[in-house]
């Protein structure tokens, strides 16, 4: 590592942002976390020191020139992320996570400085049947039809992707585009109250059920498979992609945990089984299939399975260490530890 890098870290304050700001400085990164608010950093960082700087992407033009100028390497993590805002506030996404993050990649590319882009594994779109895994540099990426603008989100990421990629070409960045497969751990998205209608990632979809004892809702009878990844696993992996800039200078990487694969039906039976076995025996919450159209609206399509190919980390000496079970049970101990916390901060 060089001796007290400075990094960048926009979009610092979410979920990934929190997590991956808390490792970097304690191993001696000195890091600027960039959001809108810094309540999970709050909570992830306890009584510890960090430096967070409000700021909006989408307006504050001179603030992310004058932050990319002043930093080593930047990593880009704002994005709209969740389906429901896919569904719902399509424009929304296209702007935050194309238009607004061209003027970090532009910033980057005008002063000279290391990008770390946070793409997504919605890129490679439908498996199609395949039982290949997405290879970063192989795979096609194919989308559905424009009718179900659920995949906006891909569409947007996948044409940054290849943006970034031309100024590779171009020779004016230093890039390392990296795809994560399905992240899960403290601090992810957040817990929805029974009275409230928002619907976050899986994840905490299941655990906001099990913690106030609603039904587990499974989109479409939840057969698309996916392969979780926890949090610890994803951040030790972004270290080690800064530890070697020129092994993963201008590349494409997949972060993710193909042993970790299953079904979101298998998901909601485990993550049920884990609560009453680790919290509160006597939970009784069933689990209900759900037509997608009732829980989204229409235009939602999904991709059947997604596993990723780490054959590029694994060279450079990275490995996932937290199986599904340890994945779920560590990620469920810190929301159901930490319940009135989350809910009176988020």
Request: aromatic share 8%.
């Amino acid at each position: 590592m060089v001796e007290r890098q400075k990094v960048a870290i926009f979009g610092g304050g979410g979920f990934i942002g929190s997590n991956l700001g808390h490792r970097l400085s304690a191993a001696g990164y000195e890091c600027t976390l960039l959001d809108l608010v810094d309540n999970k950093l709050k909570l992830r960082f306890g009584n510890a020191p960090y430096r967070f700087d409000r700021c909006d992407i989408s307006a504050d033009d001179d603030a992310v020139d004058a932050v990319v100028a002043d930093h080593d390497t930047v990593i880009h993590l704002a994005a709209h992320v969740h389906p429901s805002a896919f569904m719902h506030a399509p424009l929304d996404v296209v702007q935050l996570n194309l238009f607004d993050a061209l003027k970090v990649v532009d910033a980057c590319a005008r002063h000279g400085r290391r990008l770390i882009h946070f793409s997504t594994c919605e890129v490679y779109g439908k498996a199609r049947g395949s039982a290949e895994p997405f290879n970063e540099d192989r795979s096609d990426c194919v989308l559905g039809p424009i009718g179900s603008h659920r995949w906006i989100y891909g569409c947007a990421k996948q044409l940054l992707d290849r943006i970034v990629h031309a100024h590779g070409l171009r020779g004016d960045l230093d890039y390392t585009i990296v795809r994560p497969f399905n992240f899960v751990g403290p601090l992810m998205d957040r817990l929805v109250r029974p009275t409230e209608t928002d619907n976050p990632r899986v994840f905490a979809h299941f655990m906001s059920a099990l913690l106030f004892r609603r039904p587990m809702q499974l989109v479409d009878g939840g057969h698309s498979r996916r392969c979780f990844t926890y949090i610890d696993d994803g951040t030790a992996a972004i270290q080690r992609i800064l530890e070697e800039p020129v092994a993963t200078r201008n590349q494409i990487v997949n972060i993710g945990n193909p042993a970790n694969e299953t079904t979101i039906r298998d998901l909601a039976h485990s993550m049920r089984a884990i609560y009453r076995r680790e919290f509160e025996p006597a939970a009784d919450v069933p689990i209900v299939d759900v037509d997608s159209r009732t829980f989204y609206g229409d235009g939602y399509e999904d991709c059947d399975r997604r596993v990723p190919d780490i054959g590029k980390l694994r060279a450079l000496g990275w490995a996932p260490h937290f199986d599904l079970e340890r994945t779920l049970v560590s990620s469920m101990r810190y929301f159901f530890t930490h319940r009135d916390a989350l809910l009176a901060t988020l």
